[in-house]
């Protein structure tokens, strides 16, 4: 693949001293046999206590088919949500989830007892599906603990590929390559691969998504398009009161007052540059859509959407844009009501003559139910905060301990 210019001087993603030729790849690797440690990220939407079938399942599919079609057996460890959130589950749906590609059995313990017979028992092309890795406390220690000590006896590599968890420390991305043979997986790959040739300059960053705190790296000097819930973060910054929406988020966002006082900060810095919603979609007690002005608030009703007037300001900037980040769906696109804003910013990127990488497990979601199509975009990554941060020119913890940076 050739690199990815956008206005002739070249300002590639990749910070200097980076290089996927430290990297080992699981692909280039004889695993016939070896008992693979394999770190997926299969964190996906959950809907009343069902998970739904995702992009990241989908394609993580594919990497445990890669491993079993070369006679590995293969041990997958994953997290779903954060511990106390809405979204936190077991692992038990995804192991379904993925069997409908490549059988993937279910075992519900992570280093108990269970789990050491499961991976003792494991044939040559088989593969298992422990249990949320963030159930354990030991996920989001430092130290050596029984996690990383009883895996790394029990399997023999250890395969990072989610690229879209490497921006954490923790255990299951930090832990492991300090004690085994470690290598790159083939999501992962794809991922690093393509990111080294994309180039962003003068870039628009429409960002979204439900954690702000990612999102407020990005607040430089760049044009910022604010929406979903991240945009709601920024109008409560400037001490407007949503309502009903104030509720949500600070029930949801689970750093909201440290995420407030930081976004009330950045934005004093560059507020000028950030385009937040002047109108919103929300539910009446109907369940139907209304928009509502941004003035006419606070009201109880909560907000799923950007408004029919933010998404014509938004799409003027898109029209102007040379190049485009997109990070996260602008509303709940779930509910067919409320992807009108999310498929409007689509449908404007993929018409737009600028090169586009787009970001997050929600927003593919939203791109297959806007039905437009992938080839459309410039780069779509399965990663979001990941992503943001790598965008943003920090160093991702997951990256570093498989050899990526050079200084
Ligand atoms: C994501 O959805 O971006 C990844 O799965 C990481 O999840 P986290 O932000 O809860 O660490």
């Known amino acids: ?33 070896k008992i693979v440690l394999l770190r997926e990220d299969l964190n996906s939407d959950v809907n009343k206590g069902k998970v739904l079938m995702s992009e990241r399942i989908k394609q993580s599919s594919e990497s445990v088919k890669f491993l079993k079609k070369k006679s590995a057996k293969v041990v997958i460890i994953a997290h779903q949500g954060r511990p106390g959130g809405e979204d936190f589950t077991s692992m038990e749906q995804h192991a379904k989830l993925l069997s409908k590609f490549t059988k993937v059995n279910f075992i519900p313990d992570i280093i108990g007892e269970k789990a050491e017979i499961a991976i ?19 996920e989001f220690s430092e130290e050596d603990t029984d996690f990383v000590k009883k895996l790394s006896s029990w399997c023999n590599v250890y395969v990072n590929d989610a690229f879209s968890v490497s921006h ?17 997986g083939p999501l992962l790959e794809k991922e690093v691969k393509a990111l080294q040739k994309i180039s962003l300059k003068n870039c628009l960053y429409i960002l979204a998504g439900a954690k702000p705190a990612d999102d407020i790296n990005l607040l430089k000097k760049n044009k910022v398009l604010a929406c979903g819930l991240f945009g709601q973060m920024c109008i ?3 001490g407007k009161k949503l309502g009903a929406q104030d509720e949500y988020l600070k029930k949801t966002i689970s750093d909201y007052d440290k995420s407030l006082t930081d976004l009330k900060s950045r ?6 540059l950030v385009k937040t919603p002047v109108d919103f979609g929300v539910k009446d007690e109907k369940g139907k859509r209304k928009d509502v002005a941004l003035e006419d608030f606070p009201v109880n009703y909560e907000i799923f959407d950007i408004g029919p007037k933010t998404q014509k300001i938004y799409l003027d900037e898109i029209k102007k844009a040379k190049s485009i980040y997109m990070k996260g769906p602008a509303g709940y696109y779930l509910d067919p009501q409320f992807i009108q804003g999310t498929k409007a910013l689509l449908t404007a990127v993929a018409k737009s003559k600028a090169f586009s990488l787009l970001g997050g497990g929600q927003l593919n979601e939203a791109i297959d139910r806007s039905k437009i199509p992938k080839k459309k975009f410039g780069y779509i990554s399965l990663s979001g905060g990941a992503l943001l941060d ?16 050079k200084d």
């Open 1 to 33: 693949m050739s690199t990815v210019t956008l206005t002739g001087s070249l300002n590639l993603l990749r910070s200097s001293g980076t290089s996927c030729e430290n990297m080992d790849f699981i692909t280039k690797a004889n695993i016939k046999g």
């Open 120 to 138: 003792k028992n494991l044939k040559d092309g088989e593969a298992i599906l422990l249990d949320n890795v963030r159930n354990l406390k030991d």
């Open 168 to 184: 954490r420390s923790q255990a299951s991305i930090v832990g492991f390559p300090k004690h085994m043979k470690s290598y790159a």
């Open 236 to 238: 409560s910054a400037t």
């Open 267 to 272: 934005l004093g810095e560059v507020g000028s």
């Open 390 to 405: 790598y965008v943003a020119g920090k160093r991702l913890p997951g990256l570093e301990v498989l050899g990526y940076y």
